[in-house]
């Protein structure tokens, strides 16, 4: 493993994904820099979870180069548990190991990846709860949590491994509206603490306000990229400011798609029909 | 006259009651409740096979039962593992076992171990005895019911557990027995009860192996009392003697199936 300073925290060159015959990622280029928080938007069956998955190699590209913290990720050599461990994920359905407490949830990792003794691991898991907002939640199991506090749990349970960068899969997508804010706090928190964060949301405040460069992606290619200020504020595509006009005003009808041009893009799509747990 | 709705259930509802009560009541006329009790309710006879059908037949029914279930439930969480595999061959021998043990009946495969092992292996004998050959050869069998049982546990567990605990850097062996076989095993509680009690009742064909004294189990210590006393008690005997086993480990179940509601 090699690790250059002077790399970006996430590289990516000319990647490529296809799922059977659907062309999903369509060569992107990109990069993001340490410290730096990028938030990824777009319509769904954009591709833009599909380009966070293929960072910590959820999903194998079909081509291209991916490297993280100068580790070549798509080197087939590469050492996969060791390289995610300083990468942590939070996904939509927060994925939370039901059949254990918060507390394990937190340390579990920590004790079988990390092999921390029982009491650093608890101890860091409580710093991280505490980060969350959610110090009483110890034990209790995952159930019995509402899902903003499933989510920072999740979070807390990423952060207990220490990573060097977060992705964020739709962190709110799935949570009630009045949840919704709990978890942004969090995930404010930690980009001012200085995490390297790629961020994909449809929140287009917490994108405005906390995100350094927003990228916008549609049909598997990224087809803007600037500060939020340019990208939310003067989009200059036509393709984005149809997407923002959807996104921030949804009922808005005066102004109807042009003929030809479909109102709503491909649904996602999916996972290979492979029910083998081989990731 | 037209009867109103609830009319109609009432009577439709009373109309069932009568004719189950008409079928017991015919039952329980018709027969001849002296000559059962005569074959079946002998007194001296149930006294008779106190303390031995606790003490050594259902003690034994249940030392059959266990190991036949922990051989096939180690063997069948491995051959699930196995059919789950990325690797071809494996899933092909898994698959072919299981298909294979699933149709031969567990009589004949009891017979192929109590009898095949010794020849094949003159030198060798199997550990444990009558205890080990029925715990293998039962367990054989099992263990492919299990497998499949198993597997689908696996299955059902989201998809979002390995993918969480990869990213936390896991191995695919760690993340597996750490977070999905837990779970998949809390979802297939109710079926491996199945097979728990099914097999209780299978460990009767441990008589194809020639059981002496101190290996017979229930069936057989009834089967043998039948033919002592020429008379159908014991088989009444043994029936209930299976009932202390298989009624308490519904309650069991039944419980843990609540202790873990609170961790799904």
Known sequence: MTTSPSRPAVEIRDLHKSFGPLEVLKGIDFEVGHGEVVCVIGPSGSGKSTLLRCVNLLEEPT???????GTEMTDPDVEIDAVRRGIGMVFQSFNLFPHLTVLDN???????????????????????LARVGLTDKAGAYPAQLSGGQQQRAAIARSLSMDPKLMLFDEPTSALDPELVGDVLTVMRQLAEEGMTMM??????????????????????????QGPPREVLGAPRHERTRSFLS?????????????????????????????????? | MKLRRRQRERLSLWLQYLAFVA??????????????????????????????????????????????FAFGL???????????SRVAPYRWVATAYIELFRGLPALL?????????????????????????????LGLTAAAYMAETIRAGIQAVPKGQMEAARTLGMS????????????????????????????????????????????????????????????????????????IITLPLSQLVRRLELRYAKAR
């Open chain 2, 23 to 68: 079928v017991i009541a015919v039952v329980v006329l018709a027969a001849d409740w002296g000559r059962l009790r005569e074959a079946f309710f002998r007194v001296d006879i149930i006294e008779s096979m106190f303390p031995t059908v606790i003490t050594v037949a259902l003690r034994n029914t249940i030392l059959y039962t266990l190991g036949a």
């Open chain 2, 109 to 137: 495969v009891l017979f192929l171990v109590g009898y095949g092992i010794p020849i094949a292996f003159p030198e060798r004998e199997i550990p444990g005895g009558v205890f080990g050959s029925i715990s293998i050869g």
């Open chain 1, 106 to 128: 937190l340390t579990i990792a920590q004790r079988r990846v990390l092999r921390r003794g029982r009491a650093e691991a608890e101890r860091v898991a409580r710093a991280n």
């Open chain 1, 63 to 69: 081509a291209g180069k991916i490297w993280v913290d």
């Open chain 2, 74 to 84: 180690v063997f069948g969480t491995i051959l699930a593992l196995m059919r789950l």
């Open chain 1, 199 to 224: 961020v994909v949301t449809h929140e287009m405040a917490f994108a405005r306000d906390v995100a350094d460069r927003v990228v916008f992606m549609d049909g598997g290619v990224v087809v803007e």
């Open chain 2, 172 to 243: 695919h062996f760690t993340a597996m027995r750490t977070i999905v076989i837990p779970q998949a095993f809390r979802i297939v509680i109710p079926p491996l009860t199945n097979e728990l009690i099914l097999l209780t009742k299978d460990s009767s064909l441990a008589y194809v192996l020639g059981v002496t004294a101190q290996t017979i189990e229930v069936t057989k210590f009834g089967r043998d009392t039948l033919n002592d006393r020429v008379n159908a008690t014991p088989l009444l005997v043994a029936g209930l003697t299976y009932l």
């Open chain 1, 246 to 279: 959807r996104v921030l005003d949804p009922t808005h009808v005066a102004q109807l798609d042009p003929p030809g041009q479909s109102a709503e893009p491909p649904t996602s799509p999916g996972l290979p029909a492979d029910d083998r747990h081989q990731i």
